[in-house]
């Protein structure tokens, strides 16, 4: 008789507890607790205020946790390195984490949670941004993600430089993607391209030049594209499912969102627009949303625009854009409301109040600092017809008041 004997043999996951009070390498086990550098299947707690942990190789780990609700920074460096994650990364508000150089790398379960930063170099494999998490994206240099498989639940915050995909990069967007810059998103490493999906909402705002989605990124939308300010160009193929939604922003001289489209829309959606700001249009402004080459249908079955009850609008389907126009002023907004004052510059201060309330004027008065508040009220002239005037500022006057009145 013989028996044969099978061993099987697992390799434990640990925790392990940076323990030095100062900054050091990640692979010198003297700064951990037990004495081993944390690995594979292990999770890493840095949570010792003010300190750098730095990567000092290449670098695979169960899970991350970095920081904690207190107070002090800890931060964690990737120094050049790659970083690879079999599991969740933690940036709890002390800790700090920028992907500035080397690499991080998603294997499996690669959650990201909390505020994450990245300034340069490239992410790649699977990586989840959690619900209620925040990635950064800054600084003018390229962002390369590559082949990377990114899903967002949080709020991706898109403020400068390139972002350069291809090479297979697919991205499902169910949150936020807020594109606060004028920059590109490439199919940069070529075949089989780059895929972006949009559940979410894919939004545009503070600056009024144009992100471009080039040729190569192909962009399926069945969630809502919001230009708030500035242009969302899709340069490349795109599919705008049926359900879609639009919102456009107007702010007049501060800036108006629109979509240009590289091809013909043909899709029935929703438009949704919004006034910025104390923008208020006048009769006869007309503004360009979405250009295309051609349309076919109703695009917009289901509207709702600004100020209901106090401007007119028109929609236009013209042969290469679809327009929104002021046809009348039709009411003065009679409720009271608050006047609004900031400085404007070093001599000026400008107030303001909402357009649904022009026809309001507002009164001036002037008095010595002993006196305060009287009934001297004096009519600015043209307040009536406007929602804003400048005042100069004048340090003499001891006191000034101001109010809305109506009629």
């Known amino acids: ?12 996951a640990a925790t392990i507890n940076w323990t030095n009070a100062a900054s050091g390498g990640w692979g010198t086990a003297a700064n951990w607790n037990p004495n081993s550098v944390p690995s594979t299947n292990d999770t890493a707690i840095i949570t010792n205020a003010g300190v750098t942990v730095s990567l000092n190789g290449a670098t695979t780990i169960g899970a991350i946790i970095l920081g904690t609700n207190g107070a002090g920074t800890v931060m964690l460096s990737l120094a050049g390195w ?21 690499a991080l790398v998603g294997n499996t379960n ?29 600084t003018g240099n390229n962002h390369f993600i590559g082949g990377c498989i990114f899903t967002n639940s949080g709020t991706v915050n898109w403020s400068d430089g390139q ?3 291809g090479g297979g990069a697919a991205f499902y967007n169910y949150g936020l993607w807020n594109a606060q810059d004028d920059q590109n998103f490439l199919n940069y490493s070529g075949d089989p391209g780059t895929v972006f999906n949009n559940f979410g909402t894919f939004r545009k705002e503070l600056t009024s030049g144009t992100t471009t989605i080039f040729s190569g990124v192909t962009l399926n939308n069945s969630g809502k ?24 922003g107007l702010g007049g001289p ?50 709702t625009l600004p100020a209901p009850g106090y401007i007119t609008w028109q929609t236009n389907y013209n042969a290469t854009a679809f327009a929104l126009s002021v046809v009348a002023h039709t009411a003065t907004n009679t409720v009271s409301t608050n006047l609004h004052v900031s400085a404007l510059n070093g001599s000026n201060i400008l107030l ?18 002993t006196v305060g508040l009287s009934i001297n009220w004096a009519t600015l002239p043209g307040s009536s017809l406007t929602n804003q005037i400048v005042m100069p500022i004048d340090k003499t006057n001891g006191s000034v008041f101001f109010r809305m009145i109506y009629p």
């Open 163 to 165: 972002l350069l995909a």
């Open 1 to 12: 008789m013989a028996f044969l004997f099978v061993a099987s043999f697992s390799i434990r």
């Open 225 to 248: 594209l919001d230009a708030q300010d500035g242009n969302i160009a899709l340069q490349g193929a795109y599919t705008l499912a049926n359900g879609t939604k639009m919102s456009f």
């Open 82 to 102: 790659t970083l690879a994650l079999n599991g969740p990364l933690t940036v709890n508000p002390s800790g700090s984490f920028t992907v500035d150089s080397g």
């Open 352 to 369: 303001q109040w909402p357009g649904d309330h022009i026809g309001w004027t507002i009164q001036a008065q002037t008095n010595p600092v």
């Open 254 to 303: 501060a800036g108006n969102g629109s979509i240009s489209l590289s091809g013909a829309a043909s899709f029935t959606g929703s438009l949704s627009a919004n006034l910025n700001g104390f923008f208020w249009p006048g009769v006869g402004s007309s503004f360009n949303l979405l250009n295309y080459t051609s349309e076919s249908g109703l695009l917009f079955t289901n509207t």
């Open 110 to 138: 690669a959650v990201l949670s909390g505020t994450i930063g990245w300034s340069a170099a490239n992410l790649g494999g699977n990586l989840t941004l959690a619900s209620g998490s925040t990635l950064n994206i800054t």
